[in-house]
């Protein structure tokens, strides 16, 4: 099936079969491999990209069913070379250890600052339940996203 | 993990929606948001040659006030029955539950419809809407019908609607002002439930249902018919699982579901009498 996808502000038009699940999509046909398969059963977050401005698991998600959408991944968030606040705040505050959960708390903690601007560090905690790390390193992750808040 | 090949089609509106699905037979299945359906057919447990996608059918994504009851469009996501202000005045305990299904990535993409028409025993609106006592709307090629919540669910994963059947609407009555209580017991906050409950009360009269309490989700009618006769909540909890049947699992024995049951029962109902 023909279908138009923007990723991050690119527009691609690509032939799929149905079944083609969007983060196969994003990472074997756009080629953008940041964004990280993990659990594939919708439960641990590594894969999440914003579609049309908001989170979503993208292992859970065909890309047809993203067909005339806007896709943002983990590479579309820097600008002009400048990281993304939260990715800077994630290296400043030391929020990502092995760091393949991080595109996808990223994301995920991207699409919350927009929802909830000044989130309390039990709403980011709330926020984030869709994300695993299996590094256990929620500790800085969470002061990541509290920093990025605040704007440090 | 990847589906099994299938056929996809899109439809505009419910009328076509329901014409592809009656064109195709009983192997086509509807798609909302997909998150109860392709986790499924990822494990290839469901297999439909064709996927009737309407998940674009838009003039099915609202909540509006119908009088004694709040209407929900079926394809109304998660996100936005948690954040609706008329939910949030004229049913919280919906709006609070709506909370509570999966992660805010799920909420984004699942949806009310989705959710009711999948009839997961562990999923929380099920129950929720069963407690308030909510009406669901199908529509089929000859037109409309209501189907009461008490009625809908028949089986595991089996519901009353008939294959050319779509649901377009959940209609819940408002509470006016009952006290209510939404408890959900589980090990990691993302998860379903092992088990919960969604109760409210109000003088005499109240409502509980129960979350993966057996094959579909529960009303447990001899607590409410208990407190109707002036049992304290302590004693009327101790029915809690007069009517579930409670399975085995991973995460739990029936014995320990029981056990549950009737403390998240008493919680759920100090809270609303509160």
């Known amino acids: 099936m023909k279908i138009r996808v923007t990723v991050n502000g690119t527009v691609h038009d690509s032939d799929v079969e149905p079944r083609t699940l969007l983060v196969h999509y994003i990472r074997e046909v756009v080629g953008l491999t940041g964004t990280n398969v993990g659990c594939d059963t919708s439960s641990c977050g590594a894969c999440s990209v914003h579609v049309n401005g908001e989170a979503v698991k993208s292992c859970t998600m065909l890309a047809v069913q993203a067909d005339g959408c806007e896709i943002t991944t983990i590479e579309g968030l820097a600008q002009g070379g400048e990281m993304h606040p939260m990715q800077k705040a994630f290296m400043e505050n030391h929020g990502l250890q092995c760091g393949y959960c991080t595109p996808g708390m990223v994301m995920a903690a991207t699409s919350l600052l927009k929802e909830n601007p000044s989130p309390t560090e039990e709403e980011v905690r709330i926020g984030l339940e869709g994300n695993l790390c299996r590094c256990t390193g929620y500790h800085n992750i969470v002061k990541s996203v509290l920093a990025c808040a605040a704007g440090d | ?274």
């Open chain 2, 1 to 274: 993990m990847i589906p099994a090949a299938f056929d996809y089609v899109r439809a505009g509106s419910a009328e076509e929606a329901i014409a592809l699905i009656g064109e195709h037979g009983e192997d086509a299945k509807f798609l909302a948001g997909g998150h109860s359906l392709l986790p499924l057919m990822k494990l290839r447990l469901a297999q439909p040659s064709v996927l009737v996608d309407i998940g674009r059918v838009e003039d099915l994504s609202y909540i509006r006030d119908a009088g004694d009851h709040i209407a929900i469009g079926a394809l109304t996501r998660h996100m936005d029955v948690e954040k609706s202000p008329l939910l949030a005045e004229h049913v919280p305990l919906l709006a609070h539950a709506a909370g509570h299904v999966g992660d805010p990535q799920v909420r984004h993409r699942g949806t009310m419809g989705g959710t009711i028409a999948h009839a997961d025993p562990a999923s929380d609106l099920p129950a929720t809407t069963l407690a308030l006592g909510a009406t669901y709307v199908a529509q089929g090629p000859n037109g409309t019908r209501e189907i009461a919540a008490a009625d809908f669910y028949q089986g595991f994963l089996e519901s009353a609607l008939a294959a050319d059947e779509m649901l377009t609407e959940i209609r819940v009555p408002k509470m006016g002002g009952a006290g209510w209580s939404f408890q959900k017991f589980n090990r990691r906050a993302q998860d379903w439930a092992i088990v919960g409950v969604a109760a409210w009360r109000r003088n005499g009269d109240s409502g509980v249902a129960l979350v993966n309490m057996g094959s579909t989700p529960i009303l447990a009618t001899s607590v409410s018919g208990a407190l109707a006769q002036g049992a304290s909540v302590s004693d009327a909890a101790q029915l809690a699982a007069e009517e579930a049947e409670p399975q085995s699992d991973l995460n739990a024995s029936p014995e320990y579901r029981v056990h549950l049951a009737k403390v998240l029962v008493r919680r759920a109902l100090e809270q609303a009498s509160a």
